[in-house]
């Protein structure tokens, strides 16, 4: 069965630390993979993706995410974190375009907290 | 520019009563789809549709209905057989190749 688990519910880190988000995720082929963005109250904002190549993937703000095949992992990373990045954080699975019946997974979530 | 929109943003609703949120997106997307939202569960989806006239259930469409007479509009109805409706509702869709979502700044919908 396909799945996304979000290890850590919460994060809190220090302006100007580095980051790590963890993901990962059980799929029967190579999947698409995302990581979005919400603020309170909001929709969710598409951060970076991978479909295929380069295992580093640069996305904005800043972030970036490597996919890890051997690992069924992608974790998301940003060297240095500002205050406006607390936001709650969601990782995704998606089959490739080429498939039909295209339903997307989402892990749980990461909040993430940013302290002075 | 093109987006989707979710209205209301807020909705309260007595209990007994159905009640439709509203997902209209002027993107030119085939599929469209409506997820809820709880507290340390994720988005859970509860139905999507591919093209016009044509919806699939998600993992939780017990208690809602859907329709999809247009491209750019799929109204969501909680209706009075959903136990728990108050939650955070999410409407996306995605276009050709259908590869990543475009989601709409959601509805808070909460039964008094």
């Known amino acids: 069965a396909q799945s996304v688990t979000q290890p850590d519910i919460h994060i809190t880190v220090s302006e100007g630390a580095s980051l790590e988000l963890r993901c990962n995720y059980s799929?029967?082929?190579?999947?698409?993979l995302f990581w979005y963005v919400q603020s309170p109250g909001q929709g969710l904002q598409l951060l970076l993706k991978?479909?295929?190549?380069?295992?580093l993937v640069q996305g904005i703000k800043g972030f970036e995410a490597e996919f890890k095949r051997s690992q069924s992992s992608f974790n998301l990373r940003k060297p240095s974190v500002h205050w406006s990045d607390a936001a709650e954080y969601f990782c995704?699975?998606?089959?490739?375009?080429?498939?039909?019946?295209?339903?997307?997974?989402f892990g749980t979530g990461t909040s993430l907290t940013v302290i002075p | 520019d093109g987006g989707i929109t979710q209205s209301p943003k807020y909705l309260f609703r007595k209990e007994g009563q159905n009640v439709t949120l509203s997902c209209e997106q002027n993107?030119?997307?085939?599929?469209m789809y409506w997820y809820r939202q709880d507290p340390g569960q994720g988005l859970r989806l509860i139905y999507y549709?591919?093209?016009?006239?044509?919806?699939q259930k998600g993992d939780i469409a017990e208690g809602y209905s859907v329709s999809r007479e247009k491209k750019e509009s799929f109204p969501l109805t909680v209706t009075s057989a959903q136990k728990n409706p108050t939650a955070f509702y999410l409407c996306?869709?995605?276009?050709?190749?259908?590869?990543?979502?475009?989601f709409g700044s959601g509805t808070r919908l909460t039964v008094v």
């Open positions: 993107l030119n997307h085939d599929a």
């Open positions: 995704a699975v998606g089959p490739p375009s080429s498939n039909t019946g295209n339903q997307f997974y």
């Open positions: 549709s591919q093209i016009v006239n044509d919806f």
């Open positions: 996306a869709s995605t276009g050709q190749g259908q590869d990543v979502y475009t």
């Open positions: 799929y029967g082929a190579t999947p698409y």
């Open positions: 991978y479909f295929s190549g380069d295992t």
